[in-house]
Structure formats: C-alpha cells, structure tokens
C-alpha cells in the first residue's frame, strides 16, 4: 500500500517557487528545494517529477497568479484612468520588493528562455494574454473617447509590455520612484495625440 504524503502540494509548491524566483533555475539544487519545501527527494520527485517539471509547474502557478491581478484591465470604466492606475500599481508592486527579486517571469525569461523552449513558450504565452487585454482595453477607450485614435492599439499594446519589462528590470537595480515614475509616466503621454 502506498504512503499518504504528509504535506500540502500546493504549499510546496508555492515553496519551491519562491526557491526559484530567489535563487534562478541554475542556482537552485534539488537540496535546496527538499529544505525549503519541507518534504524528502522522493516525494519530491514522486509528487512533481524532476526538477525541470517542478520549475515549470511554479512558473505557471506564478504567471496564473499575476493574470488573475491583470484582470484589472478588463473592468468597466475610462480605460486610460485603468491603465494609468494599473500602471501605477505596477511600478509600486515593483518599489516594494525589499529583496529586489523582481518578476519571476522576467527573471525566467533572461535567464532561461534562449535555451529552454518550454519556458520560452509559456513566458511568451503570459505577455499574449496581457497584450491581448491591454490593446482591448485600448481599442475600447478610443472607441468611448477615453483615448485619441491616431494609434494602433496593439501598437500601444505591445509598447506597454516593454515598459513594463523595462521598469521591472530597473527596480531591481534602483528601486526608486524617482527613477521608475518618468517611465510611466512619458508611457502614459503615448496615449496622447
């Protein structure tokens, strides 16, 4: 008869991917996971497979998580005040990470993404969906007058996520609103005409 396993999977889970957002994919050992995750090299490999899957099932919990904020951009009402604020509470998001661990996704994409296709396609999978909301929310503000015409939403919309990857970069070396607000902010005048 097979024994129970005595600890929470998703706990563990969230465990190993704080392991992996501190340390990156390379510096993380598979000691390092059984100490921070609470659990012995078997059940490890019994619950997640090998360290690879493991990475990549911590990777989607994180980018699950961070659309289910993003859900923001597809609420009712002027949809330059919700991007302005999304935006805002991006760059703050990113001002309050004592530990400058930036995003995970980000920090996946540098590191891991020319030599690992399967994060390659659910990192570029997690800027798609984004985009995709954003350049709706876009072409809804032009179309109620929130937002002038004279751009192209998915224009706009793909411009946005390299700001946001850009700030995101920036925090981890100057965390300072002095330095991330003129990002947002001279992205936000792109909306004007």
């Not at 919990?61 to 659309?67: E, G, H, I, M």
């Not at 939403?153 to 850009?166: C, S």
Request: proline share 3%; glycine share 6%.
């Amino acid at each position: 008869m097979p024994r129970a396993k005595c600890f929470n999977k998703e706990e563990a889970l969230q465990k190993a991917m704080t392991a992996f957002w501190a340390r990156g994919y390379e510096a993380t050992s598979i000691q390092d996971l059984v100490d921070c995750m609470g659990i012995n090299r078997g059940s490890l490999y019994d619950t997640f497979g090998d360290k690879h899957t493991l990475f990549l099932a911590a990777l989607d919990q994180y980018t699950d998580n961070s659309l289910a904020r993003g859900s923001v951009l597809t609420q009712d009402g002027n949809a330059r005040d919700i991007l302005t604020e999304f935006l805002h509470a991006f760059m703050f998001r990113n001002l309050e990470d004592p530990d400058r661990r930036g995003c995970f996704v980000t920090n996946t994409a540098v590191e891991r993404s020319a030599r690992d296709e399967d994060c390659a396609t659910r990192i570029r999978k997690y800027f798609a969906e984004i985009e995709k909301d954003m350049k709706a929310l876009i072409d809804r503000g032009q179309r109620e007058g929130d937002i002038p015409t004279d751009r192209d939403p998915a224009t706009l919309a793909a411009f946005f996520i390299g700001v946001m990857q850009g700030i995101r970069v920036v925090a981890k070396v100057n965390p300072e609103e002095a330095c991330l607000r003129p990002l947002v902010d001279v992205a936000l005048a792109s909306l004007d005409s």
